[in-house]
């Protein structure tokens, strides 16, 4: 049974070999010129205002993070549903719709208590 | 879809919680900002409708879901009990949230949630299921720990649990997987067979399985040495939360470990025995010893929760149909207590709640004899003086235990019980036998002195009519499949 | 609904409807707790008549009478199974009198009243559904039922360390009842019902000596047991030396519950050895009956000496208490008809006699706020009546010829000199420390100069009588009736002891006739 595991394993060692390569390459040829912006943790072009370590992201980030997950979740729940809705009974439409139910019952709680709201 | 295989009425009661948790937010929702009665009303109401369903399907579910769950007269037992107990605490604490300003219509879906997980404990054949049911209870119970974020201990409690609990349902989840290394199956049925079936019931991995599964529930039992968090979890959470989480969760992991060990309990033999009968020695000396100096009345509480839990182990450790039966009974009466002792130690509370002190129990006797004698009631019952239910309670699973031929772990049983004496008799002679320190009058509040009468005529009632309901939690007991 | 489930439950019933009146209307309060009490006392002396002098009991259950039996916990097979015969019914009576008089003792307590009286009727429903039970686990259950009140009422009401009485009190009978719970348990699992087959708490199963498991036949756990159930019972009665409890209680309690714990509880006791161990357990029992009669002996001598020591009143009365219920010990022991007769016929007449004596402690206090004896003086010139009730009850106290107390003493010796003579020619010089104390007590109080009390110098007569009126009416109606018993049975006994000579002339036999078994268990 091992056997047709081979393909695999050759393409991670290639993979690994491939990346380890490129960051080598990179590591001899490439031009070096060190500038303070590009020390920093996050880069894109604008300094940054505090030193990283004490940098804080407010609350709200967290809860619309949550948010997010809760309905990419849904997402993972309602494709393959939705590839096979037309060979599914009634009872799958109403558990489904049960399911998005909640979900939405969830969102209209987390609107009515502001958290989309940016104050 | 062959939809024989989800027989929608084994997991009723779960189900009408549920719908409720999302009708009881939404209620809240719509009724203003400082209107918080309407969500109440809608929880009561869910309750009583979840209580109504519970009873119409009393033992008519079986075995569904593939197994997953069963509707039996175990699951309806103990779904009364917590329901009884969400009721109490929903009834009671409008007045406690008020009083400290965190009237959150949370609350009462929160306790719902927890609820419905408790339910799935109690109604789960699979593993993985009542790992399901006690993640959905315990995550409701981190939130409702630290209800009050004003106060630090609240949030030290609620932090303090979480902390402890993630680490305990982690033993938990480790056991069922060594567990389904072993036997290849998470379905109950499946891992009692195997044991009946196996020479050396803990070869390989299941050892280790069956130890981190106990761990896992003492954990949420608060048995010694797995209780360190209770004292600190009770006292620091606002104490309507107390008094719902030293009763309903308790009871459920007794449920949990009921279904798991019941059935196998013969075939786990020597190791497993000894192990239980350390832990309920240590688990109701520890408890007792630890309580009779405690100053606040919360702590005292914990510790004598933890003292029971060991009473209560004895049950388990018989393994006889009386021991499951006893430990029924004996959870039906001491929900009504405890729910019963924590609401009156926070009606008489005058000094803040940073201070449970005993001392604000002075006089009560006189103040409000009623009060006094219900929390006597409570006291005397704790105690297990006959013939309030919490002496047969006792007697049920101590007689057990001596049927099952542990005859000097009920000598300990019996000598840690005229311990406790002390403590809660201390309540007593505090109410009414210290002179008056001038305390200020405590409030009348209907509801919740409604709540409290109702657990003390249980406690009562329960001990007039003891045979007849240990009926019923016999029979409870032998619907289990 | 038979008698004694009346007589068990109406004080009961008492208490409810005390806890429906206001809180504040204390007329009503008291009237009701004296209706409920006569209604238990006429329904306890119409049964005298309907009463068989000629059924056995203990052991039969057709020899007991007014018997009552249902299912309890159906599943334990515990029954609500009362009745009574020679040995409970006397106590019946004298639970009952003292009740009812104990309302009227009562009557001047002003704290809590609506606690005090409901309580106190609880306390009634414990004392009678004790000595009603025929099933082992009904007793505990009364027994229990007992406790409570008797704390609160201690706790409450009573007098400067009543919260250290109470406590004390409460703990040793609690490990009384814990052993006493083991040892319940213990011939639970070891008693087979002769019909059903299964486990029984019935104590007439229990007393057959066929329906025991082979563990329950070895000697060793027999005296085990026994020895058990000896401390549980001996903590009550009290024995030396388990009786510290006692003087505390006494003297912190309010008057009334003194009466009823020397008078009834203190027999529970000896009613409980009796009731359940001698014919449970009778080889055990006359293997160590020696005990017992040494118990009694110390008991009798102690009690007396330590009596003779005190100064407080009503500590001498309650040192004294211990040295009468010695003479129950050493009658019982001595297992002859005689002998056994004269023991229960005593814990009657000590119930009365102390009765008397705590009232009349009671009411010297009620007026001199105080109760040493060497405080008193020349009392008979200031209460003349009062002088003359006290002589009856000290008089019967000692044991005077005339007076019940004598004849019950007479028989105890009587019956246990044949069998343990040096134990009872112990007890006998009990009798001259007896009559020391109480002469000497009644010559410091009521005869010489007059009081010897700082606060009543130089007062006139008058004067003193303001301060120290003599005994009234309401008084003198609870002592009467109690010294008419006393008179009465000193001079005809026989209305209680045919009332009660069936029953233990059986005793004695079952007891007797029991082998003793000799195989050990070590």
């Known amino acids: ?119 | 879809m062959d939809l024989s295989r989800f027989n929608l009425i084994t997991i009723a009661t779960p189900l009408v919680l549920g719908a409720g948790v999302l009708l009881v937010m939404l209620v809240d929702l719509l009724s203003g900002r400082a209107n918080r009665r309407p969500a109440q009303l809608a929880a009561l109401a869910v309750v009583l409708a979840a209580a109504a369903v519970c009873l119409a399907t009393w033992n008519t579910g079986g075995v569904s879901f593939f197994g997953q769950v069963s509707g039996d007269g175990f699951a309806s037992f103990f779904n009364l009990i917590f329901l009884a107990v969400a009721f109490l605490v929903i009834l009671a604490g409008p007045a406690y949230l008020e009083r400290n300003a965190i009237h959150f219509g949370e609350y009462y879906s929160l306790v719902l949630v927890s609820v419905m997980g408790m339910a799935f404990m109690a109604a789960g054949t699979n593993l993985l299921v009542i790992f399901l049911g006690l993640e959905t209870m315990s995550l409701a119970l981190y939130v409702l720990a630290g209800f009050n974020p004003a106060r630090q201990s609240s949030n030290e409690a609620s932090l303090k649990y979480l902390l402890l609990g993630s680490f305990a349902t982690g033993f938990l989840v480790f056991g069922i997987a060594l567990v389904y290394g072993q036997i290849g199956s998470t379905d109950l049925a499946r891992f009692s067979a195997y044991l009946a079936g196996a020479g050396d019931p803990f070869a390989g991995y299941m050892g280790a399985g069956v130890a981190l599964l106990l761990i896992g529930l003492t954990f949420k039992m608060a048995v010694v040495p797995f209780h360190f968090w209770s004292p600190d979890v009770y006292d620091g959470a606002p104490t309507v939360v107390s008094a719902f989480m030293s009763a309903a969760p308790k009871a459920a992991a007794f449920a949990a470990a009921l279904r798991i060990f019941y059935a196998p309990a013969e075939s786990l033999g020597l190791p497993w025995e000894r192990i239980l009968w350390i832990l309920a020695a240590l688990t109701m000396t520890v408890g007792n010893l630890s309580a009779l100096n405690q100053a606040s009345i919360k702590r005292m509480l914990a510790y004598s929760s933890v003292a029971h839990a060991g009473y209560l182990l004895l049950g388990i450790l018989a393994g006889n149909e009386l021991g499951a039966a006893g430990i029924l009974f004996y959870l039906a009466s001491y929900v009504f207590m405890n729910v019963g002792a924590f609401t009156v130690a926070w009606m008489v509370n005058r000094r803040g709640e940073g201070r449970y002190d005993l001392g604000d129990f002075a006089q009560l006797g006189f103040r409000r004899p009623l009060l006094a004698a219900m929390m006597s009631v409570f006291m005397l019952g704790l105690i297990g003086i006959p013939p309030l239910a919490g002496f047969f309670g006792k007697l049920y699973v101590f007689t057990a235990a001596v049927q099952a031929g542990y005859v000097w772990l009920v000598v300990i049983a019996v000598l840690n019980s005229a311990v406790s004496v002390f403590y809660y008799l201390r309540v007593m002679v505090i109410m009414y036998m210290r002179e008056n320190e001038a305390l200020k009058d405590v409030d009348r509040i209907p509801a919740t002195f409604a709540a409290v009468a109702a657990c003390a005529l249980m406690v009562i009632l329960l001990g007039l009519i003891p045979g007849s309901v240990l009926d019923v939690a016999r029979a409870a007991v032998a619907s289990m499949p | ?522």
């Open chain 1, 1 to 119: 049974m091992t056997e047709q595991f081979t393909p695999v394993v050759w393409m991670l060692l290639s993979a690994a070999l491939l990346t380890a390569g490129m960051m080598a390459v990179a590591i001899f040829l490439g031009p070096r010129k060190m500038n303070p912006v590009k020390a920093e943790p996050y880069e894109c072009g604008i300094k940054t205002e505090d030193p990283p370590l004490n940098m804080r992201h407010p609350i709200r980030f967290y809860v619309v993070a949550i948010l997010f997950i809760i309905f990419d979740v849904e997402i993972v729940f309602l494709y393959p549903w939705a590839v096979v809705f037309r060979q599914l009974s009634l009872v799958a439409f109403i558990s489904i719709a049960i399911f998005i139910g909640v979900l939405m019952a969830g969102l209209y709680y987390a609107v009515k208590k502001g958290v989309l709201e940016w104050r």
């Open chain 3, 1 to 522: 609904m038979g008698p004694l489930t009346l007589i068990t439950f109406l004080p009961a019933l008492g208490a409810a409807a005390i806890g429906l009146l206001p809180a504040d209307n204390h007329k009503a309060i008291r009237w009701t707790a004296a209706a409920f009490t006569l209604a238990v006392l006429l329904i306890s002396v119409m049964l005298i008549p309907q009463f068989s002098q000629t059924h056995t009991g203990i052991n039969d259950v057709d020899g007991f009478q007014f018997v009552e039996k249902a299912d309890w916990i159906p599943a334990f097979n515990i029954s609500y199974f009362v009745g009574v015969d020679g040995l409970s019914f006397p106590m019946l009576l004298l639970t009952a009198l003292l009740c009812f008089i104990c309302i009227f003792v009562s009557w001047g307590i002003k704290k809590g009243v609506k606690g005090y009286f409901a309580l106190f009727l609880l306390l009634e429903t414990g004392m009678m559904g004790a000595f009603v039970s025929l099933d082992f686990f009904l007793f505990y259950v009364f027994w229990e039922i007992m406790l409570l009140p008797m704390y609160f009422l201690i706790g409450i009401w009573g007098g400067p360390r009543r919260v250290y009485a109470a406590i004390k009190f409460f703990i040793y009978t609690l490990v009384g009842s814990v052993l006493m719970l083991l040892v319940m348990l213990a011939f639970y699992f070891n008693v087979k019902d002769p019909v059903t087959g299964a486990n029984t708490f019935n104590m007439l199963a229990m007393m057959d000596q066929a329906n025991h498991s082979p563990w329950l036949n070895l000697f060793n756990v027999r005296v085990l047991l026994f020895f058990g159930l000896y401390i549980g019972f001996a903590i009550k009665v009290p024995v030396f030396p388990f009786h510290t409890w006692l003087p505390d209680a006494h003297v912190e309690a309010p008057t009334a519950i003194s009466v009823i714990l020397a008078g009834v509880l203190l027999k529970m006791g000896t009613y409980g050895l009796l009731r359940i161990s001698f014919p449970i357990l009778p080889d055990a029992t006359h293997t160590f009956a020696w005990f017992l009669a040494l118990m009694g002996a110390v008991n009798i001598i102690y009690g007396a000496l330590c009596a003779m020591a005190q100064k407080d009143l009503k500590k001498l009365v309650a040192y004294s208490s211990i040295s009468h219920m010695g003479y129950v010990m050493l009658g019982m022991a001595s297992l002859t008809a005689a002998g056994i007769n004269g023991a229960v016929f005593q814990m009657f007449n000590h119930g009365t006699v102390t009765a008397m004596l705590f009232i009349l402690v009671g009411v010297i206090y009620d007026r001199a706020h105080h109760r040493e004896i060497n405080r008193f003086g020349g009392l008979a010139n200031i209460m003349p009546k009062y002088m003359g009730i006290s002589a009856v009850a000290f008089f019967a106290a000692l044991g005077l010829p005339g007076m019940s107390a004598f004849i019950s003493e007479a028989m105890v010796f009587l019956g246990a000199f044949p069998v343990f003579q040096v134990y009872t020619i112990i007890g006998i010089s009990g009798i001259i420390i007896t009559a020391g104390y109480v002469l000497w007590t009644v010559q410091r109080m009521f005869f010489g100069e007059g009081l010897k009390d700082e606060k009543y110098k130089g007062m006139s007569m008058e004067q003193i009588r303001v301060h120290l009126p003599e005994i009234n009416g309401r008084e003198l109606f609870t002592l009467i009736p109690l010294a008419a018993i006393v008179i009465y049975l000193g001079i005809w006994p026989h209305p209680v002891l045919g009332m009660m000579n069936a029953s233990l002339v059986h005793l004695v036999e079952l007891v007797k006739a029991a082998p003793v078994v000799t195989a050990g268990l070590f």
